[in-house]
């Protein structure tokens, strides 16, 4: 079974702070992706990667960076948290496929259990 | 820009009833389409992936049909249960842009 850990459940920082957020992947997918989740503005993609060191901007990337220094590991930085930065963050990975007409595809997408973000 | 609608918001039925679970989308384009359900506070889990070429998927009690003329697709839960309560998403992948795209999701309650 593919297994996406987040390295924590539950998380309080103060505002200003920089908050690492962890995500691992044990199926040697290619993508991953980072998520937030807010009651009445559903899921929303934050980020992703599809490669080692490469990175696009999801929907809302404001706020945010991310690293990928390792296939099986995505890392989320929140420079300097802000209230409004507080949400349940979920993390995914999915494997890639590549048609001969190029095009780059995602696949079923895997999630991590979340990690509940309050920033006080 | 795609948008996914996932209607009715919330759903309560007796254990044992038959149902459908709507997710409509505005593009067609769409690689893929996966359906999740989530428990209160923790992560999603994949029910079932739709592929553009298929029509639907089974999985035990779960069947998921795609209409992608229509940008429609229904999750059919066979023989509902008290466990079966959770919220399911559906998100369309788009073949231009390779993300995806969640609906709000529907949360059903199934009383014993």
């Known amino acids: 079974d593919v297994k996406v850990t987040q390295s924590s459940r539950y998380l309080v920082k103060r505002t200003g702070e920089k908050v690492f957020l962890e995500c691992v992947q044990d199926?040697?997918?290619?993508?991953m992706f980072w998520y937030r989740q807010d009651p009445g503005l559903g899921l929303r993609l934050i980020y992703f990667?599809?490669?080692?060191?490469?990175?696009e901007k999801g929907d809302i990337p404001e706020g945010y960076s991310v690293s990928r220094e390792k296939k099986e590991r995505f890392s989320l930085i929140l420079e300097s948290a802000s209230t409004n930065q507080t949400s349940m963050y979920l993390c995914?990975?999915?494997?890639?496929?590549?048609?001969?007409?190029?095009?780059?595809?995602?696949?079923?997408?895997?999630f991590g259990p979340g990690t509940r973000l309050t920033v006080t | 820009k795609q948008e996914v609608t996932q209607i009715p918001a919330a759903l309560s039925v007796p254990e044992g009833e038959n149902l459908v679970l709507n997710c409509s989308f505005t593009d067609s384009a769409i690689y893929n389409l996966q359906w999740f359900r989530q428990d209160p506070g923790k992560g999603l889990t994949s029910l079932l992936l739709?592929?553009?070429?298929?029509r639907e998927q089974t999985s035990g009690r779960l069947n998921a049909s795609l209409d992608k003329s229509s940008g429609r697709s229904t999750l059919y839960i066979a023989a509902s249960q008290p466990g079966d309560s959770a919220t399911y998403l559906c998100?369309?992948?788009?073949?231009?842009?390779?993300?995806?795209?969640f609906g709000d999701g529907t949360t059903l309650t199934v009383k014993p």
């Open positions: 199926m040697d997918h290619e993508n």
């Open positions: 990667s599809y490669d080692v060191k490469m990175k």
């Open positions: 739709i592929q553009s070429s298929q």
């Open positions: 998100a369309v992948t788009n073949t231009n842009a390779g993300k995806s795209t």
């Open positions: 995914a990975s999915s494997p890639s496929f590549r048609p001969k007409l190029a095009g780059r595809f995602w696949g079923e997408q895997y």
